[in-house]
Nanobody, 126 residues
Framework: VQVVESGGGLVQAGGSLRLSCAAS????????MGWYRQAPAKQRELVAN???????NYADSVKGRFTISRDNAKKTVFLQMNNLKPEDTAVYYC?????????????????????WGQGTQVTVSS
């Protein structure tokens, strides 16, 4: 299973970026998908997540500016970021809660794991 982000870059304050994250491999199903970010010398924090049914959750700092969405058929999650601020500068990571089928002692069972992407840099200049 792989989770790969794309779409980061350098943008001026007030600009927009759209991040994408695609999961691939032997996937049975995907529960929640989300975006996290980590700025230098800070802990990784949740930006937004979305359930398979489309229920969304946002950090207070991005409400009204960021929109998370997903395409279940394509196993992809998006993050539309508008009105970007310098404090949004960070490495953005995608996380997917993925169910695979594993064989344990001859019996096939579902296994859920958290899969992370490698991260994509977002830099907002003032």
């Amino acid at each position: 299973v792989q989770v790969v982000e794309s779409g980061g870059g350098l943008v001026q304050a007030g600009g927009s970026l759209r991040l994408s994250c695609a999961a691939s491999g032997s996937i049975s199903s995907i529960n929640a998908m989300g975006w996290y970010r980590q700025a230098p010398a800070k802990q990784r924090e949740l930006v937004a997540n979305i359930t398979s049914g489309g229920i969304t959750n946002y950090a207070d700092s991005v409400k009204g500016r960021f929109t998370i969405s997903r395409d279940n058929a394509k196993k992809t999650v998006f993050l539309q970021m508008n009105n970007l601020k310098p404090e949004d500068t960070a490495v953005y990571y995608c996380k997917a809660d993925i169910i695979t089928i594993v064989r344990v002692m001859g019996v096939f069972r579902p296994h859920m794991g958290d899969y992370w992407g490698q991260g994509t840099q977002v830099t907002v200049s003032s």
